[in-house]
């Protein structure tokens, strides 16, 4: 089971940490990635990060601003979102997958319920 937190409503510029909480014993044995929503548009890919966070991998809309982590201890994956911009805005979702790093949305078993993140302008 996954848990996200951590959105909320932030100024265009601004930053935000979502977090993922993740139950059970085999978080490490997971790629864990973030993927979005925004209304109206299909899901979409935002980062991943390989089980002992050796790579990552970033859509080009996000790179140089957003960073993914995760802390195997704490069974937590990260997703610290700087120079936010309006078109960020969306429900952003935590999922896990045990193939290698992909952005394709149906190889991942387990999803997150979602955390909406809103920037105004």
């Known amino acids: 089971q996954l848990q996200a937190s951590g959105g909320g409503l932030v100024q265009a510029g601004g930053s935000l940490r979502l977090s993922c909480a993740a139950s059970g014993r085999t978080f490490s044995s997971y790629v864990m990635s973030w993927f979005r929503q925004a209304p109206g548009k299909e899901r979409e890919f935002v980062a991943s990060?390989?089980?002992?966070?050796?790579?990552?991998n970033y859509a080009d809309s996000v790179k140089g601003r957003f960073t993914i982590s995760r802390d195997n201890a704490k069974n937590t994956v990260y997703l610290e979102m700087n120079s936010l911009k309006p078109e960020d805005t969306a429900v952003y979702y935590c999922?896990?997958?045990?193939?290698?790093?992909?952005?394709?949305?149906?190889?991942?078993?387990?999803w997150g319920q979602g955390t909406q993140v809103t920037v105004s302008r």
């Open positions: 999922a896990a997958t045990r193939s290698g790093a992909t952005s394709r949305g149906s190889d991942y078993i387990y």
């Open positions: 990060i390989s089980r002992r966070s050796s790579s990552t």
